[in-house]
Structure formats: C-alpha cells, structure tokens
C-alpha cells in the first residue's frame, strides 16, 4: 500500500491519500471536517468534496503553521481539550459517519511485521491486547501532537483518514503509550490530561487515577508503535527500543502469572 502524500504550497496543502482509501468515507470525513459542529475543533477542508486523481484520491486544506519540535512549548492542554470537545459532539447531528479507522491501522501494522526475532517479540505482546470494541463518539481515530496546526489564532485538529465513530479512549492511547514508556514528560502528560479533563471529556473520569481506564488502550498503542518502527526503513531509535522493550515485558508478565 502506497503511503500518502503532503505537498504544500504558499497558502494551501495538497494531500495525495494512500491508494486503496474508500473515496465515499473520505467524502464523510471530510464533509464532517467542515460542519458547522466541528466548527473550531477540525481544520476544515477548502473544498469538501475529494478529487480523483489516477488511482488515487487527492483533498485540499488551507496551510496551518504545525507544532513546533519542542516539548516545552507544546501546546498540551489545548490539545486534550480539543479532543475533549471533538468526544462531547453529538454524533446524531453529524448525518452518515464511517467507522473510525483505529482498530484497522493497529491490526493492519501488526499484519505486515516481516519476520524477524524483534517482530516475534512484538507480535507475542500483541496476543496479550485486548481486542477493541466498538464505540460510538466521534473520535479522531490517528491522533499525536503532529495532528495539531494552529490556523487564524487557534489550534485545530488536521487529518482526517481515520475519523469516525470509535472509543474515545483510542485518541489517548499513543500519548499514554509514550508516558508508559517514559518517552512523555510528566508536565506534557499532566497538562493534557488538565485539558482533557476541562473539557469533559468522555473518556476519563473528572478525576482520580486516569490509569486504569487508560492501561489497556496504552497497551495496544506500544505493541502498534513498536510495529511501526519495525516497518519503517531507518535505524531504531530511543523510543523504538524503549517500545520493544515494553513488549518484552508485556510477555513476560504474561508467562509468570
């Protein structure tokens, strides 16, 4: 499968789509990207509807300045409290809504490990994830602080691939991974979870011990991110083997229960 591909320009950002993408749930994700509810939570699409292009399906967006490389800076808080309000949308008056594309990029990741004595080790912690259920909030379905840009003075949530009707407790599941694995500093983890919970959203309790809500989807999250990095063509680096590291102990707690 090709992987997608961003081009900007001057005022605007092209986006070629991975081949294989279903053009009428693009359609839906990018129509609910400019409904007036999402209205200051998704970047919204210069035109709604997505061009064909050969065999590839092609969106246009207006160019927003992304998160800078600094952890120091990041906009944490704003982050959790726009997925806080993205979870709060009442999905009854969003019209047809694809399912969110979560479960299928966690398992379609693990599907492609080539074989190797680090994939085993990946696909064995991957025995010890629960399956994800079905649920019905409107969720981002890929969300990391990389699908953030800030457009007129605000920050709003870009990307659209995977969104739909999901768990709300998949959009947290890549930044617990990286608190899990100490790759998240604590003041980033503490401010979203503040901005999440401002914002009410669905997915944890207003307060008390986030973790056991938490644990299982940051489970799934480190064996996915692990797959990741495996299937990238590059060496690994810190958080790669701090990730295949977790595997190793996933499995481990395993066999000594």
């Known amino acids: 499968m090709a992987a997608g591909v961003v081009v900007s320009t001057a005022d605007e950002v ?3 789509h ?5 053009g009428r749930a693009l359609a839906d994700r990018m129509r609910l990207a400019a409904h007036p ?7 919204p699409p210069k035109d709604c509807r997505p061009i064909a292009v050969g065999d590839r399906w092609v969106s246009v967006w207006p160019l927003g300045r992304p998160v800078a490389d600094d952890e120091a800076t990041a906009p944490w808080a704003e982050a959790g409290g726009l997925l806080a309000r993205l979870h709060r949308v009442d999905p009854s008056r969003l019209g047809p809504i ?3 594309g979560t479960p299928a990029r966690l398992s379609g990741a693990i599907s492609r490990l080539p074989a190797s004595r680090d994939a085993a080790t990946v696909l064995a912690a ?3 994830v629960a399956p994800l259920e079905p649920g019905y909030h409107l969720v981002h379905g890929d969300w990391h602080l990389g699908q953030l840009v800030q457009y007129r003075g605000r920050w709003l949530l870009i990307d659209v691939d995977d ?3 999901g768990d709300p407790g998949w959009d947290l599941g890549r930044i617990a991974a990286g608190y899990a694995v100490g790759a998240l500093p604590e003041y980033g983890w503490q401010r979203f979870l503040a901005g999440y919970r401002a914002g009410h959203g669905p997915a ?7 973790w056991p809500f938490l644990e299982p989807i940051a489970r799934a999250f480190v064996v996915y991110t692990a797959a990741t990095a495996l299937l990238t063509d590059r060496p690994l680096d810190d958080v790669d083997r ?7 102990r996933m499995t481990d707690s395993e066999e000594t229960r």
């Open 14 to 16: 092209v986006k070629a």
């Open 18 to 22: 991975h081949d294989g993408v279903d």
């Open 37 to 43: 509810a999402l209205h200051g939570i998704l970047l």
């Open 98 to 100: 694809p399912a969110a």
């Open 126 to 128: 991957w025995e010890t």
């Open 163 to 165: 969104l739909g009707l």
């Open 204 to 210: 944890l309790p207003l307060s008390g011990d986030p």
């Open 242 to 248: 701090a990730m295949l590291a977790a595997c190793r």
